[in-house]
């Protein structure tokens, strides 16, 4: 990110302002994406303790596909986007490709800082990109392996901070796949995830508890209550004076009109 784009990103976020980032894979070029860009995370660990690692998790057991698209059953129980929709001990999200998120031990002052997602302890990380992107199938199945070097999971795949001064609110998802239209009609909760972390972030749960909605009552919505003695009036005018008071009126039209034919 360039200065002046840092420049506004942390003038935003130091005056409240709200974040919410899906971190795209370093499956490129730059073996990298803007969201591990270093100026980015620095600014994020300083105030907000948390920062997002430039590597991609692995998982031989729980995962879809490949081993790159990884299962997440963990998701915290006490965090609204994690909770909220979500049905608790039941919630599934997608990370395809993730970069794990490094919560700091010592917050800064103010902020308060929480894992929403976790994956297995069976995954496992790589940071050799360039291995990764082999296209030699024999070179990358050996770039993919699991070596007694590589980290260990589980990792922190998503994660939400606040600082309680400023009201300024920060979440990070390590993949942009939980806001992919591909798993809004697949069993998982991606798309909650993703909505929830919007709401939060601007704290619209809040704002909606504190509407009050006041409508004054037309005259002409106003209801009418009638007892029995006036229902069995309205009963008695509707069904048996208006309909045989119009018959009547008739024949006598129609007679009148017969009378003054003959004379």
Not at 36 to 57: H, P, Q, S
Not at 59 to 88: C, E, K, M, W
Request: hydrophobic fraction near 45%; proline fraction near 3%; charged fraction near 15%.
């Amino acid at each position: 990110l360039s200065d002046d784009e840092m420049a506004i990103l942390t003038e935003f976020l130091n005056n409240g302002g709200d974040l919410v980032i899906f971190a795209s894979d370093s499956f490129n070029d730059q073996r990298g994406s803007l969201a591990t860009a270093d100026n980015l995370n620095d600014y994020l660990f300083e105030n907000f303790g948390l920062r997002i690692n430039n590597d991609v998790v692995l998982d031989n057991v729980q995962s879809f596909r490949t081993i790159f698209d990884i299962v997440s059953t963990d998701l915290d129980t006490t965090a609204y986007i994690s909770t909220n929709g979500v049905p608790r001990g039941q919630a599934v999200a997608a990370f395809v490709a993730p970069h794990t998120i490094t919560i700091a031990e010592t917050l800064p002052a103010n902020v308060r800082a929480t894992a929403l997602a976790r994956s297995s302890a069976g995954s496992y990380t790589k940071s050799d990109f360039a291995a990764l992107l082999t296209t030699d199938q024999a070179a990358f199945a050996e770039a993919i392996a699991q070596r007694e070097e590589d980290p260990r999971g589980p990792f922190v795949l998503a994660a939400q901070a606040e600082n309680t001064a400023t009201g300024a609110r920060v979440v990070i998802f390590g993949s942009p796949s939980i806001a992919d239209d591909q798993f809004a009609v697949t069993n998982t909760d991606n798309f909650t995830l993703a909505d929830k972390s919007l709401v939060w972030t601007t704290n619209f749960n809040n704002y909606v508890q504190q509407i009050t909605l006041q409508q004054e009552q037309s005259p002409q919505n106003t209801p009418i209550f009638a007892d029995a003695a006036q229902t069995r009036t309205i009963n008695l005018v509707t069904l048996y004076v208006l309909p045989f008071g119009v018959l009547l009126l008739g024949v006598w039209v129609w007679w009148s009109r017969r009378e003054k034919a003959r004379s």
